[in-house]
């Protein structure tokens, strides 16, 4: 544990951190595995103005943990906004009326982009991981990743070879690691996890980046260009509580679908009538979609849905 004021509970672990930005700490990606082997809550408390990390954002998603804020007296769920009380147990939903000041107010595509992608390999000795981050990466910031690590700060200079030689090590086992790119204004944060299924590896990147207004949509679209041979798929969001990789305890709207590119499909679903028009990429085996979404005639989140059901899939993008 880290700090006198941490409490396990039979219910939970409770965690406080009195930092400006909490990050995915290996000693609190320790306490995540513990909490869920044990069956237990894993809450982390912060002050009302600290914010968190993309990766240890998605790790409490992951561990169904939860972010609790501290604001005085008072405490709310750091990504809703619904208020919180100790029960003796844990931090639990509190029947007190959520105050009109709590209530989320965004501009819609306002806040940082959110892109995962998903590709299968062939589980070969000549399979080279990381080749979706660097595109990704370089797409949001202009250059290459900087590192990787299995935590916070990441430990490792960015390499490709060594990063899939770690994953090897760690094979059939999933292996989730930390990859960080560009500074300020145009920094990124993302969660690289590859793992062994049937028909081979799935490399799956859920990256968090600057805002839409700084990354040029042409350079978007050029991501998925390189990507439409190999990607099994790509979603693009906006997500008005984050920024750079960091989110705020302010909150806010849901991330918005902006893109989504669908791989390693000849043909849609002929009964699905096209709502918003794709642009296909390459051709035969390797052909791929390309839908934007923020353009179309329904609301974002009904086009994405349109979208995979005419290709007979299922699922959409996080919050």
Request: contains cysteine.
């Amino acid at each position: 544990m880290n700090g006198a004021t941490d409490t396990i509970t039979d219910r939970a672990v409770v965690l406080h951190q009195d930092r400006p930005v909490v990050g995915l700490a290996p000693w609190l990606a320790q306490a995540a595995v513990d909490a869920v082997r044990d069956g237990l809550l894993l809450q982390v408390v912060t002050p009302v103005d600290g914010v968190i990390t993309y990766p240890l954002e998605t790790m409490l998603a992951k561990a169904q943990g939860q972010w609790v804020v501290r604001a005085g007296e008072e405490h709310r769920d750091g990504l809703t906004g619904l208020p919180l009380r100790w029960d003796g147990h844990r931090f639990a939903r509190s029947n007190a009326a959520q105050t009109a000041g709590t209530l989320p107010t965004n501009t819609p595509w306002t806040g940082g982009l959110e892109i995962q992608i998903v590709t299968m390999h062939p589980a070969t000795e000549a399979l080279r991981l990381g080749a979706s981050t660097e595109a990704a990466v370089r797409a949001l910031t202009g250059a290459e990743p900087t590192g990787w690590g299995v935590a916070e700060p990441v430990t490792e200079p960015w390499s490709r070879h060594e990063l899939t030689a770690f994953c090897r090590t760690r094979a059939p086992a999933p292996t989730s690691l930390t990859v960080v790119g560009g500074v300020d204004g145009s920094a990124t944060l993302g969660v690289l996890t590859v793992e062994r299924v049937d028909v081979g590896v799935r490399e799956q990147l859920r990256l968090a980046g600057p805002p839409l207004s700084v990354v040029d949509a042409a350079t978007l679209e050029g991501l998925a260009e390189k990507l439409a041979g190999t990607a099994r798929s790509m979603i693009v969001t906006v997500h008005p509580g984050r920024s750079g990789g960091l989110r705020s305890s302010r909150p806010s709207m849901p991330a918005l679908p902006w893109g989504i590119l669908v791989g390693h499909h000849e043909n849609p679903v002929e009964s699905e009538q096209e709502v918003v028009v794709g642009r296909p990429l390459g051709r035969g085996a390797r052909r791929a979609w390309w839908y934007r979404l923020d353009g179309g005639p329904g609301a974002p989140y009904e086009t994405l849905g349109a979208v995979l059901r005419r290709y007979g899939l299922n699922g959409g993008s996080g919050g």
